[in-house]
């Protein structure tokens, strides 16, 4: 029996422990994420809220009466002045469940058309990131992998893509298949879809997350566990799967909450020109195109849904942030027990 | 003696040589000085021959004249026809199909080119050498004119137009009697441009004209100067009266709210485009002496393709006249003082026109409320209960709001419906064309001259309905050989006997609503906001303010 103690193994965490331990200590991305999340679940209770509140947030009710205070006040109020021109909607009673930011100019809640319209906003922009991730992946990885004209081909084609002014393209993609939604072979997307704003905006971000993929396979097709998996006549498939995809995992995380933010502002640019989201189902954007024609009258309108965007956008980014920093081996953030 | 002094004095004033005392004071006191425009954006071309737009053809009434023009005077005046380059109305005959007119001599082009008959009739030759607009229509009974459509290029009317330089005649030529051509020959599509006028669209380059005034400049990005007319000698008030200012300058680019604000500043004079919605309650009521409200000959509706599901069914078209509520949409249009109800074609105080409604609670002369129960038992009964039906509106604040609540109503009575508000750059021609399958959409219809026919025959008529174009006017794609034949009568009539003709109009305009081809939505009014100091606004039936006849000092 040997005299020499023998240290025990000093247990150490695995990467993506570390990695959550850095982000927990990041107070910023926190608190975003906490931010976000409280909007997520608000928008999640638009059904339940325009329930509760008794109000349909998609039809017209320019005739409705509400009662503030067992008072009758109309949603739409006829100017009573002078020559009697034009309606004003109603402004914000500051009631929760009783047109709590006031009324559109079709006399609607504007509080449970934001609720809808953030999960509209939210819903898109998760789909279409999860759209261009898939597609942006996949091009990434076959590039960068197979290489030759492969590479050439589709790298050309992102080419083509990227060089195409960002909302020019979604704006031309949008007019063609708003009439008429898009048919491929059985697939068939109606005009009125949420699914088409989310392949639109899904597709013209491909390039934006295909080509650093492309760069992180290409460095990592010459490393040496690949060429060791290539020389033992490892199929091609599996080392993308098994091999690379795993080292890339972390770039595509990071990638998740910035591509949200910038799809939501797309999706919102989209709906607000009236080729996103189409009446009468809300977002954000088609709630500041509503609330463009009241400014003077009624800005909370357009300003609420501007600030909720300006909101979700913003956490998002600084989550993001830290999250890569989180991510990243080299960050200079450093857990205390490590 | 008595006599020859009234016949003098007759003459004196159908040749406009003479000023009312009333006028001439004006003019010298209130004479110069410098009316500002504004309008989101200029009108397209500045071609007289093609420009097809309300803002363009009230600018060009104080620059161009046509041989006869509608009479520069405020409300229902304004519809009647006046001899302006013409000595006086035709002489017409060869049983209506030959007019006839003498040419006013001394008239002189901006440009200082002296008038004559080979303006004239170069200038008619040129509506169809440039392919004008209404080339097709309004100017397709002229003898020759089916030659010059089918070669524009080369186009002569020969044997309909022919001008004598001697006697200093232009003589008119249509195949068959139209009582409505002098209408036709008073359009800014049919006024005198000299002779060597390229035959092309002229598009920002000026064309001199014979008016009080001229466009001394032209940026469509910026604006539009018109200024006085040199050679300009008044020579008939009615036709073309002097005008007030020095300069109109016609600023473009400033947005509605903008442009509110500019006025209130006393920046600007007025503005062309739609006051927004948001401002109305406060002008209203702070600035009610600088608004000026007048009605318009106009028709908010909503086409029903009448080929396609579900509205190729006479019930279901009926279903969503019984269910949609006029008093809404007057409200979501600004209130009872700028629209009214409607439920018929032609629009009030218009010729041919009697109250009628059919589609509403108590159904007789006027709208009174919608009858939703009625609306789904007819949805029932035309067995279309459940289908698809897309809104086309265009992409404007008012027009999307109506889509809105269209879409609101079509559900309420059984349909799953969705609006689709599209750019309205692209939206008038878009569900004019029946490739896109358009099963109903939102627009608007203004005259073009005060004729029941121009609703009617027009809008609803086979002739207007053409397959896979973009200008197929008949929207709806309604088609009626019987009251097609009743439009044709109308119109021989009119020839003859124009009260006797409107009576049957009156009789059409009943039985089109009836088959509910296109839901008629509202009357608009016209409110134009001027500056405080803007004085004397007159506003004409047929081309709204007569800018130079205010003034502003």
Redesign the interface.
């Known amino acids: 029996m040997s005299n020499v103690a023998v240290a025990a193994p000093r247990k150490t965490r695995g990467p993506w422990a570390v990695a959550l331990a850095k982000l927990a200590m990041d107070r910023a991305a926190m608190a975003s994420l906490a931010v976000f999340l409280l909007i997520v679940l608000a928008c999640l209770s638009a059904p339940l809220y325009a329930k509760w509140a008794g109000v349909d947030p998609f039809a017209s009710t320019l005739d409705a009466v509400i009662q503030i205070d067992g008072v009758d006040v109309p949603v739409m109020e006829q100017s009573t002045e002078g020559l009697g021109l034009g309606y004003t909607p109603l402004g914000p009673t500051w009631r929760l469940g009783n047109y709590f930011l006031g009324a559109d100019s079709q006399g609607r809640d504007v509080m449970a058309r934001m609720l809808y319209g953030g999960l509209s906003s939210l819903l898109i922009s998760a789909a279409a990131t999860i759209f261009t991730l898939i597609l942006g992946t996949a091009a990434g990885l076959v590039a960068g992998y197979f290489g030759g004209v492969t590479d050439t081909v589709l790298s050309r084609f992102l080419d083509i893509l990227w060089a195409f002014p960002i909302y020019l393209l979604a704006i031309s993609l949008s007019i063609v298949t708003i009439a008429h939604g898009i048919t491929i072979g059985p697939i068939q997307i109606e005009s009125g879809s949420l699914w088409l704003p989310v392949i639109i905006i899904g597709i013209v971000y491909v390039p934006y997350v295909a080509r650093p993929i492309r760069g992180q396979v290409l460095s990592l097709r010459h490393s040496e566990f690949v060429l060791a998996a290539v020389n033992l006549g490892v199929p091609g498939w599996r080392i993308l799967w098994r091999d690379i995809l795993p080292n890339i995992t972390t770039t595509l995380i990071v990638f998740v909450p910035l591509m949200m933010a910038l799809n939501m502002l797309t999706e919102s640019a989209l709906s607000f020109l009236s080729i996103g989201v189409q009446p009468p189902a809300a977002s954000w954007g088609t709630i500041i195109q509503d609330g463009q024609a009241l400014l003077y009258t009624r800005p909370l309108v357009a300003l609420v849904p501007g600030l909720a965007i300006a909101v979700s956008v913003m956490a998002l980014n600084v989550f993001g942030d830290g999250l890569r920093d989180a991510l990243d081996p080299r960050s200079k953030v450093r857990l205390g027990r490590d | 003696m008595k006599e020859l002094l009234l016949a003098a004095t007759a003459a004196a004033l159908l040749a406009g040589t003479w000023l009312a005392p009333a006028q001439a004071e004006y003019l010298k006191e209130h004479r110069g000085g410098t009316i500002r425009l504004l309008a989101r954006s200029a009108a397209g071309t500045l071609d007289p021959h093609i420009n097809y737009t309300d803002q363009g053809w009230q600018m060009y009434q104080p620059i161009y004249d046509g041989l006869v023009a509608f009479r520069k005077a405020e409300g229902m005046d304004g519809f009647t026809v006046v001899p302006d380059l013409a000595e006086t109305l035709p002489q017409v005959s060869n049983d209506g199909k030959t007019f006839t007119f003498k040419l006013r001599k001394g008239i002189k082009f901006s440009s200082g080119q002296e008038l004559g008959v080979k303006d004239v009739v170069a200038s008619f030759q040129r509506i169809f050498k440039v392919s004008g607009p209404t080339s097709g229509t309004f100017y397709a009974g002229i003898v020759g004119a089916d030659k010059c459509l089918a070669d524009t290029k080369n186009c002569t009317l020969e044997g309909g137009v022919v001008g004598d330089e001697a006697a200093g005649t232009i003589t008119i030529n249509i195949a068959k009697p139209d009582a409505e051509l002098l209408y036709k020959l008073a359009l800014p599509h049919a006024v005198v441009l000299p002779a060597d006028t390229p035959a092309e669209d002229m598009g920002s380059k000026p064309i001199p004209s014979t008016g009080a005034y001229m466009i001394s400049a032209f940026d469509p990005n910026k604006g539009m100067t018109v200024s006085r007319n040199p050679n300009f000698k008044q020579w008939s008030e009615d036709a073309q009266p002097d005008g007030y200012p020095d300069v109109v300058q016609y600023d473009f680019g400033l947005s509605e ?1 903008a442009a509110v604000t500019a006025i209130q500043n006393g920046e600007a004079d007025w503005m062309f485009d739609a006051l ?11 600035s ?1 002496d600088q ?1 000026h ?1 007048s009605p318009l000959s106009a028709w908010w509706y909503a086409p029903l393709n009448n080929r396609l599901a579900p509205f190729d069914n006479e019930k279901a078209r009926q279903a969503v006249a019984y269910a949609i509520d006029r008093n ?1 949409l007057v ?2 249009f ?2 009872k ?2 629209a009214s109800p409607v439920c018929q074609v032609l629009p009030p105080d218009f010729p041919g026109h009697e109250d009628y409604c059919p589609f509403t609670k108590n159904p007789g002369a006027k709208w009174s409320a919608p009858d939703l129960d009625k609306a789904k038992q007819l949805v029932e009964d035309s067995g279309t209960k459940g289908q698809k039906v ?1 809104i ?1 509106t265009e ?1 404007t ?1 008012i027009s ?2 109506i ?3 269209l ?2 109503v079509l ?1 309420s009575i059984g349909y799953v419906a ?6 309205p750059n692209i939206q008038f021609t ?1 569900i004019q064309n029946t490739n ?2 358009v099963q109903m959409s939102v627009t608007q219809w203004y005259k073009d001259y005060p004729a029941a026919s121009d609703f009617l025959n027009i809008l609803f008529s086979c002739a207007s309905f053409r397959e896979g174009s973009d200008a197929s006017i008949n929207i709806a794609g309604f088609c009626d050989k019987e009251i097609d034949a009743k439009m044709q009568k109308a119109l021989d009539l009119g020839v003859t006997d124009q009260a006797a003709a409107d009576k049957l109009w009156a009789e059409i305009d009943r039985q089109v609503t009836d088959k509910a081809p296109a839901v008629g939505l509202f009357t608009p009014k016209r ?1 134009d906001f001027v500056s405080k100091r803007l004085g004397n606004f007159k506003f004409n039936r047929q081309f709204n303010w007569m800018i130079t006849q205010s003034w502003v000092q």
């Open positions: 709210e927004p919605s948001d401002r109305l309650g406060e002008l209203g009521s702070k009610m608004l409200i809404t409200k979501l600004g209130g003082v700028l897309t086309i992409d604040a999307r709001s889509g809105v609540y879409q609101s559900t969705d609006v689709k508000p599209i750019s878009y896109n399958k409110l």
